[in-house]
């Protein structure tokens, strides 16, 4: 599990749905959506302190910043260590707001040509974003 | 509503120690009494069924003083219409079950509830065998049948699973549960498995040193954090396995039995036996109609 | 032609002091067993002094106490028109006290033994302290019970010096056996002598043998 630390620095609300968007420097921002609304969830505040929570199986490798795709949650970093299986590997990626873990297919390693210091993208979708105080 | 606020000097293990408790209870509440051991709970049952007397203080319930040090009133316990199973069972070993539940009946009482009480638990079977006979399971269903005879307003349970294994507890507590439902029930239980805390219980009471250190609903005293994940259960950890780069963990919740992977770090801190919070974002779950 | 009276006088003073002392030692050992009172240790003491005090001493007591000569005694005999001493009543009242700590001590371990539980929830159900003692604990210290009746009876079958103080030696009525062995033995009268001691030894042998039975479990299957 990943876990960065931000503050809350916009709130959309619908129905019972909320669009979150934690700030965690100047630059980067990702966003999580929940269901729960300021009303039913006492965290909900502006400019709280909270932690995004996602699992390393849900981190998206690109290799490049401009990739056609829906995903808008993008962390740049660099590749510190791929640890190859068979099936899957795990790659440690250090970024500007920490280290972020992510598990794909040793195949797609292979295929993007990934190894230690290549300059990755860590992408996560914003339904897969947790948050936690 | 159920109130006592009470104050008893105690020789415990460690030496003496001072009980000092406020708690009150909704009618038709579950809740349940949790702490280390020598944290006073049993004691805390005990003042309330009127089994051990306070120095001070009062216990007031549904308006009726059942003690009250300044006005000298301590009402004996048997006539505080309460349901009472103790960690032994306290079953009288030379009695059948059905004299066990026979003998619980109230002067003048219609002995109907006996039978209906048997076949709610499940132990028509077991009526003409003795106590001694049956395992704990079959014990404990006798222990909590035979509290209900006198159709008690307040339940209060000492403790009443931990001795049995873990598919009876299961089984036990969905008894309990329904008992409590259909009687209207007002229960106080003494428990350590958080997962049965997080199952039956509306609101704990964490008790440290004598006294409630914490109280709230389950999920505030259990949760470490609040997560925002829709999708939450706890659960026991039955087996962590190496895959790979991941780990996947075998892990009950409830009667349930699941697996989730998870990566090394978390791993480091767990071993089997282990509470945990299972979350996922509500999105992540697919639905098929049985 | 052999005088039986010796040996039923002994076998009816046991079983009347053993009734007596059921009807005293239950509810002695069940008070002793749940009290926190202070004087427990005194009661308690004083139920254990026939263990070690010469059975002599209770009798000399006794015959001062109960002797009509002394205002005590004079009162009895006057008011409740009881003669306590070289009397049958006399020897029962003795034999109760002197048999009291083989009655009460097995109670009162049974009534301890069990768990407090089993009185507490039947208190709990509003049952009243004689139901809780006679439907719940009674019934689950019966070896204890037993164990108590057996030994009071045969302590009082076997008892000597108070009976031969405050008793004396009237045939039919306070004449018993053990008396009348040591008389016959002083009449040089071994034939009689022998037949009251053998017809003792096999009575109390068989009735402690089957104590050990019972409380053994070796005759679970008739006792059940």
Same mark, same amino acid.
């Given at each position: 599990?990943?876990?960065?630390?931000?503050?809350?620095?916009?709130?959309?609300?619908?129905?019972?749905?909320?669009?979150?968007?934690?700030?965690?420097?100047?630059?980067?921002?990702?966003?999580?959506?929940?269901?729960?609304?300021?009303?039913?969830?006492?965290?909900?505040?502006?400019?709280?302190?909270?932690?995004?929570?996602?699992?390393?199986?849900?981190?998206?490798?690109?290799?490049?910043?401009?990739?056609?795709?829906?995903?808008?949650?993008?962390?740049?970093?660099?590749?510190?260590?791929?640890?190859?299986?068979?099936?899957?590997?795990?790659?440690?990626?250090?970024?500007?707001?920490?280290?972020?873990?992510?598990?794909?297919?040793?195949?797609?390693?292979?295929?993007?040509?990934?190894?230690?210091?290549?300059?990755?993208?860590?992408?996560?979708?914003?339904?897969?974003?947790?948050?936690?105080? | 509503?159920?109130?006592?606020?009470?104050?008893?000097?105690?020789?415990?293990?460690?030496?003496?120690?001072?009980?000092?408790?406020?708690?009150?209870?909704?009618?038709?509440?579950?809740?349940?009494? #949790?702490?280390?051991?020598?944290?006073?709970?049993?004691?805390?049952?005990?003042?309330?069924?009127?089994?051990?007397?306070?120095?001070?203080?009062?216990?007031?319930?549904?308006?009726?003083?059942?003690?009250?040090?300044?006005?000298?009133?301590?009402?004996?316990?048997?006539?505080?219409?309460?349901?009472?199973?103790?960690?032994?069972?306290?079953?009288?070993?030379?009695?059948?079950?059905?004299?066990?539940?026979?003998?619980?009946?109230?002067?003048?009482?219609?002995?109907?509830?006996?039978?209906?009480?048997?076949?709610?638990?499940?132990?028509?079977?077991?009526?003409?065998?003795?106590?001694?006979?049956?395992?704990?399971?079959?014990?404990?269903?006798?222990?909590?049948?035979?509290?209900?005879?006198?159709?008690?307003?307040?339940?209060?349970?000492?403790?009443?699973?931990?001795?049995?294994?873990?598919?009876?507890?299961?089984?036990?507590?969905?008894?309990?549960?329904?008992?409590?439902?259909?009687?209207?029930?007002?229960?106080?239980?003494?428990?350590?498995?958080?997962?049965?805390?997080?199952?039956?219980?509306?609101?704990?009471?964490?008790?440290?040193?004598?006294?409630?250190?914490?109280?709230?609903?389950?999920?505030?005293?259990?949760?470490?954090?609040?997560?925002?994940?829709?999708?939450?259960?706890?659960?026991?950890?039955?087996?962590?396995?190496?895959?790979?780069?991941?780990?996947?963990?075998?892990?009950?919740?409830?009667?349930?039995?699941?697996?989730?992977?998870?990566?090394?770090?978390?791993?480091?801190?767990?071993?089997?036996?282990?509470?945990?919070?299972?979350?996922?974002?509500?999105?992540?779950?697919?639905? #098929?109609?049985? | 032609?052999?005088?039986?009276?010796?040996?039923?006088?002994?076998?009816?003073?046991?079983?009347?002091?053993?009734?007596?002392?059921?009807?005293?030692?239950?509810?002695?050992?069940?008070?002793?067993?749940?009290?926190?009172?202070?004087?427990?240790?005194?009661?308690?003491?004083?139920?254990?002094?026939?263990?070690?005090?010469?059975?002599?001493?209770?009798?000399?007591?006794?015959?001062?106490?109960?002797?009509?000569?002394?205002?005590?005694?004079?009162?009895?005999?006057?008011?409740?028109?009881?003669?306590?001493?070289?009397?049958?009543?006399?020897?029962?009242?003795?034999?109760?006290?002197?048999?009291?700590?083989?009655?009460?001590?097995?109670?009162?371990?049974?009534?301890?033994?069990?768990?407090?539980?089993?009185?507490?929830?039947?208190?709990?159900?509003?049952?009243?302290?004689?139901?809780?003692?006679?439907?719940?604990?009674?019934?689950?210290?019966?070896?204890?019970?037993?164990?108590?009746?057996?030994?009071?009876?045969?302590?009082?079958?076997?008892?000597?010096?108070?009976?031969?103080?405050?008793?004396?030696?009237?045939?039919?009525?306070?004449?018993?056996?053990?008396?009348?062995?040591?008389?016959?033995?002083?009449?040089?009268?071994?034939?009689?002598?022998?037949?009251?001691?053998?017809?003792?030894?096999?009575?109390?042998?068989?009735?402690?043998?089957?104590?050990?039975?019972?409380?053994?479990?070796?005759?679970?299957?008739?006792?059940?």
């Amino acid at each position: 599990m990943n876990r960065l630390e931000g503050h809350i620095s916009g709130i959309e609300v619908s129905g019972g749905m909320s669009l979150v968007t934690v700030r965690l420097t100047e630059q980067l921002s990702l966003r999580a959506i929940v269901i729960e609304t300021p009303d039913t969830a006492p965290y909900l505040v502006h400019g709280r302190k909270i932690q995004l929570m996602f699992k390393e199986t849900e981190v998206v490798i690109g290799t490049r910043e401009d990739l056609p795709v829906s995903l808008q949650n993008s962390i740049k970093g660099l590749l510190q260590s791929v640890e190859t299986g068979t099936l899957l590997s795990r790659l440690q990626i250090e970024t500007e707001v920490g280290p972020i873990s992510s598990v794909i297919s040793s195949n797609s390693v292979e295929r993007l040509g990934l190894r230690e210091n290549s300059e990755v993208y860590a992408m996560v979708k914003l339904n897969e974003m947790m948050l936690s105080e | 509503m159920i109130s006592m606020d009470v104050q008893k000097r105690l020789m415990g293990a460690d030496g003496p120690m001072e009980l000092d408790i406020q708690l009150q209870l909704e009618q038709g509440q579950f809740a349940t009494l #949790y702490g280390p051991s020598g944290a006073g709970k049993t004691s805390t049952l005990r003042v309330l069924a009127g089994l051990m007397k306070p120095d001070k203080g009062h216990v007031t319930v549904y308006g009726e003083p059942w003690f009250d040090a300044q006005k000298n009133i301590h009402r004996p316990p048997g006539e505080r219409g309460i349901g009472f199973v103790f960690q032994d069972y306290a079953l009288f070993p030379h009695m059948t079950i059905l004299q066990n539940l026979q003998f619980a009946l109230g002067k003048g009482q219609n002995s109907d509830i006996v039978n209906r009480l048997m076949e709610i638990t499940a132990l028509e079977g077991l009526r003409d065998r003795k106590p001694p006979e049956l395992s704990g399971g079959q014990q404990q269903r006798v222990a909590l049948a035979r509290a209900l005879v006198q159709q008690p307003k307040l339940l209060l349970l000492d403790e009443p699973l931990a001795a049995l294994d873990l598919e009876t507890r299961l089984t036990l507590q969905d008894y309990l549960f329904e008992l409590h439902r259909e009687f209207g029930l007002t229960t106080l239980l003494i428990s350590h498995d958080v997962g049965e805390i997080m199952k039956l219980s509306g609101l704990v009471f964490q008790l440290a040193d004598g006294r409630i250190a914490k109280k709230g609903p389950p999920g505030d005293i259990f949760l470490p954090k609040r997560v925002s994940g829709k999708f939450q259960f706890t659960g026991e950890v039955l087996k962590i396995e190496r895959e790979e780069v991941v780990y996947v963990l075998t892990i009950r919740i409830q009667n349930t039995v699941v697996k989730v992977v998870a990566g090394e770090a978390e791993v480091r801190s767990l071993q089997v036996g282990d509470k945990v919070l299972v979350a996922s974002k509500a999105f992540n779950p697919i639905l #098929y109609k049985l | 032609m052999m005088d039986w009276q010796p040996l039923l006088l002994t076998f009816e003073l046991a079983t009347v002091t053993t009734a007596f002392l059921l009807l005293l030692g239950i509810p002695l050992a069940y008070w002793l067993s749940v009290t926190r009172s202070r004087v427990k240790p005194l009661v308690e003491t004083l139920v254990s002094m026939p263990l070690v005090l010469p059975p002599t001493v209770l009798g000399f007591y006794f015959l001062i106490a109960f002797s009509p000569g002394n205002a005590f005694g004079h009162w009895l005999n006057d008011w409740l028109g009881l003669k306590l001493v070289f009397s049958f009543g006399g020897l029962v009242l003795a034999s109760v006290i002197y048999s009291l700590p083989f009655m009460v001590h097995p109670i009162q371990s049974g009534l301890s033994g069990l768990p407090a539980s089993l009185g507490e929830a039947a208190g709990l159900m509003g049952k009243s302290r004689f139901t809780i003692l006679r439907k719940v604990l009674l019934p689950n210290i019966k070896t204890s019970l037993l164990t108590g009746i057996v030994l009071s009876f045969a302590h009082t079958v076997g008892e000597f010096g108070v009976v031969l103080m405050i008793g004396g030696n009237i045939p039919g009525k306070t004449r018993v056996a053990s008396i009348a062995i040591y008389d016959e033995v002083e009449a040089l009268n071994y034939g009689a002598a022998n037949f009251y001691s053998i017809v003792l030894f096999l009575i109390t042998f068989c009735i402690l043998l089957l104590v050990y039975l019972v409380n053994g479990g070796y005759l679970k299957k008739f006792w059940r």
